[in-house]
Structure formats: structure tokens, C-alpha cells
């Protein structure tokens, strides 16, 4: 049977789980400081005033890799909390380690599949910002399913923004940011803060990230999307 013929038997995930080593840093974060910082994977909305015992906006990075340029951009933003959310060991342990280290208590994070956690644990119009920075570009074209920007992707992160907050989105791989750029300025309900066919002129509070300093080093370019909820 081919590939496309074979009923579904779970949704096709934007990762594949390679955890790899955890440092001794990582491991020291993850046992000592998880109850300080990780947020338990659970089918049950998160009261955002209770978790910061605060009403600031919430922010949330998806798959922010080993967390440092979200911890840069906590420590920036008092004013404002941060969730990050992450499925890579190694990554969640070093934010933890940083965020222990900065001594910060606008940041919580979740180690899980973030379009579970979105669909479970996120309300309705809550959310001031999604941030998707260099996601995986899958780039041979049978991989091309597992890219996260999907119609239902795109209309689940709609949902939980609040009218007027912002999705966030950079890439260092140009077709991929071409395809972002189709898809977004197609999407009802959005509208694009640089205009209509046009990529953001600047990285908004976006601090470089691991994989785009990679993504330099090999010569590729840098794209940022900004879009507002109608
Ligand atoms: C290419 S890396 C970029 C990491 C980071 N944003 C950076 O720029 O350095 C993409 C990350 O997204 C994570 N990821 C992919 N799909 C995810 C999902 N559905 N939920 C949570 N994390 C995810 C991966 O584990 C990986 O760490």
C-alpha cells in the first residue's frame, strides 16, 4: 500500500526524538529546578495568573532548542512572562540551568509536543505572542509533512492568540520562508504587520538563536514574519 493510501494511525510530529546526552549541568537542572520551572505535561488548561502570581503577558516560544536566546529575551523583558515549550532533554535542562543562573521567575516550561500542549493546556484568546524560531525545514521534499506550518497548525495558533497578539515566525531556509509567507498571508484572520507579501524589516525582541548563528556560518540568509490576529 502506498505511503498516502495507509490509514492514519497518529498525526504525522514535527520532530524525530533524538535526545542524546544530557551534560552534568543539564541533569543537575532538570532533578534540582524542575519543580521551580517545568510545567507536567497534562490535558487541563493552565491558569496563566496563577502559574507567574501575575497578570503580565505571556509569550510562548515553540521548540526553542537549547533556550538561550528565550532566556536573553526573559531577562530583557521583566514586564513580561515566557512559556517555552520543547521536546528535546538536553535543551529544556540547559534553559533550566540558564534560568536558574539569571535567577529569573518570568519563564516555565514544558517538555512535550507543542501542538498537544497548545490543543490541551492553552485557552482560547490568551496569548500576546507565539514565537517560531527556525523550526525544523525538513528540506528533502518527502519530509516536507513533517513541517509544522500546516493550515491546521496555523488556525490552532490563531485560536489561542488574544485579538491583536502577534505570531512570530523566522527561518534561514528561503523556500521554506517563501512557503511561510504564502500560507500566512493567505490565512484569514491575520494580517501581515509588514504588509502583504513582505518579509518583517526587523527581528522584533528576536535575540539570535544557536541555530541561526549555524545557519550564518553556512552562508544562508535570515527571514522574519510578523503577523497580527485580526
Ligand atoms: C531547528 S531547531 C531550532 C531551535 C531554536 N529555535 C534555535 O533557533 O536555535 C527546532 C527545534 O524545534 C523542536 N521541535 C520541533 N517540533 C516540536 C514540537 N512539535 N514541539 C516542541 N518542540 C518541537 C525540536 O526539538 C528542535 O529543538
Redesign the pocket.
Known amino acids: 500500500m502506498s505511503e498516502e493510501n495507509r490509514p492514519q494511525q497518529r498525526a504525522i510530529?514535527?520532530?524525530v526524538l533524538r535526545q542524546g546526552r544530557l551534560t552534568r549541568a543539564q541533569a543537575h537542572a532538570l532533578e534540582h529546578h524542575w519543580q521551580d520551572y517545568g510545567i507536567d505535561y497534562s490535558p487541563k488548561l493552565l491558569n496563566f495568573s496563577d502559574l507567574f502570581d501575575n497578570n503580565n503577558d505571556v509569550f510562548i516560544e515553540?521548540?526553542?532548542?537549547?533556550g538561550e536566546?528565550l532566556i536573553a529575551q526573559a531577562e530583557q523583558y521583566p514586564q513580561q512572562n515566557f512559556i517555552g515549550?520543547?521536546?528535546?532533554g538536553p535543551?529544556v535542562g540547559h534553559l533550566i540551568h540558564l534560568a536558574v543562573k539569571a535567577g529569573l521567575d518570568n519563564i516555565r516550561v514544558i517538555r512535550?509536543?507543542?501542538?498537544e500542549v497548545l490543543q490541551a493546556m492553552i485557552a482560547d484568546d490568551s496569548v500576546a505572542q507565539f514565537q517560531l524560531?527556525?523550526?525544523?525545514p525538513w528540506h528533502k521534499k518527502r519530509h516536507h509533512k513533517r513541517r509544522?506550518m500546516k493550515p491546521a497548525f496555523i488556525e490552532l495558533i490563531r485560536q489561542k492568540l488574544r485579538p491583536g497578539g502577534t505570531f512570530h515566525m523566522a527561518t534561514d531556509w528561503q523556500p521554506y520562508a517563501e512557503e511561510m509567507l504564502d500560507q500566512m498571508d493567505s490565512s484569514e484572520g491575520f494580517s501581515n504587520t509588514a504588509g502583504k507579501g513582505h518579509y518583517s524589516p526587523d527581528r522584533g525582541q528576536r535575540f539570535e538563536?544557536?541555530?541561526?548563528r549555524r545557519g550564518k556560518r553556512l552562508g544562508h540568509g535570515v527571514w522574519d514574519l510578523i503577523y497580527r490576529k485580526k
Request: hydrophobic share 40%.
Open positions: 510530529r514535527s520532530f515553540i521548540g526553542f532548542g537549547n536566546s515549550i520543547e521536546v528535546h535543551g512535550h509536543d507543542a501542538v524560531f527556525f523550526p525544523d509544522i538563536t544557536k541555530f541561526e
